[in-house]
């Protein structure tokens, strides 16, 4: 998939209005969640932090499940995180939440590529889906913020954040597949039963996850 043409022949006016746009304002549209400013990142800017921030949204994912495994009468005072890092359990939720993540990237991938095979032709089109389903997954980067500031409330803040990814991941199926709402719906539920297909095998054998 190529990047878009930002002005039109036509008229020479800009075709994506976000050329024009403060960041700030692109990013505050983005967490609305409004499609142009997906499609302005993810075919008008050059942002090559994808990998980095999938491990970093898998870290924050797996020390949440490390401290929810905790005793609630233990000390967890920040400066203990060092020796929490070199602990197995840790170790052992960041590889269940990567091999989650995985199931639930397959299961999105294969409904689309059964449903569009069309738009996922080449190595290049699930290279682009790929990228565009990490980075919408930005909103994960909220667990720690939520854990750290712990609170009656937060499990319901915990839910909010699943769902507001799960959003931002639909907008970007959307915005790179051209994709009906239907379609990035079903794609997003396959990929989220994948996903508790593998929590349910970590819990029959004896795991906590």
């Known amino acids: 998939m190529q990047s878009?043409?930002?002005?039109?022949?036509?008229?020479?006016?800009?075709?994506?209005k976000y050329i024009?746009?403060?960041?700030?304002?692109i990013l505050i549209n983005a967490i609305l969640c409004k499609s142009q400013a997906y499609r302005h990142i993810l075919f008008n800017t050059q942002i090559n932090i994808h990998g980095k921030l999938c491990i970093f949204c898998l870290l924050c994912e797996a020390y949440l499940?490390?401290?929810?495994?905790q005793d609630s009468s233990q000390d967890t005072d920040p400066d203990?995180?060092?020796?929490?890092a070199r602990e197995w359990d840790f170790y052992k939720m960041f590889g269940i939440a990567s091999l989650e993540q995985t199931a639930f990237?397959?299961?999105i991938f294969t409904t689309l590529w059964l449903a569009r095979p069309e738009r996922l032709k080449t190595k290049s089109d699930f290279i682009f889906l790929?990228?565009?389903?990490?980075?919408?997954s930005y909103g994960k980067l909220l667990l720690i913020p939520a854990v750290i500031w712990e609170h009656d409330y937060t499990p319901l803040c915990l839910k909010l954040i699943k769902v507001f990814v799960l959003?931002?991941?639909s907008q970007a199926i959307r915005v790179t597949l051209n994709s009906s709402q239907?379609?990035?719906f079903l794609a997003i539920f396959c990929g989220l039963i994948l996903e508790n297909g593998i929590i349910y095998f970590f819990q029959r054998m004896g795991w906590n996850v």
């Not at 499940?65 to 495994?69: A, E, G, K, V």
């Not at 203990?80 to 929490?84: A, H, K, M, N, S």
Request: glycine share 2%.
């Open 167 to 169: 959003t931002s991941n």
């Open 130 to 136: 790929l990228k565009a389903l990490l980075l919408s």
């Open 105 to 107: 990237l397959v299961g």
């Open 182 to 184: 239907k379609l990035t």
């Open 20 to 25: 024009e746009y403060d960041p700030v304002i």
């Open 65 to 69: 499940r490390w401290l929810q495994l």
């Open 80 to 84: 203990d995180l060092i020796r929490y």
């Open 4 to 16: 878009r043409n930002t002005t039109a022949k036509s008229c020479q006016k800009p075709v994506d």
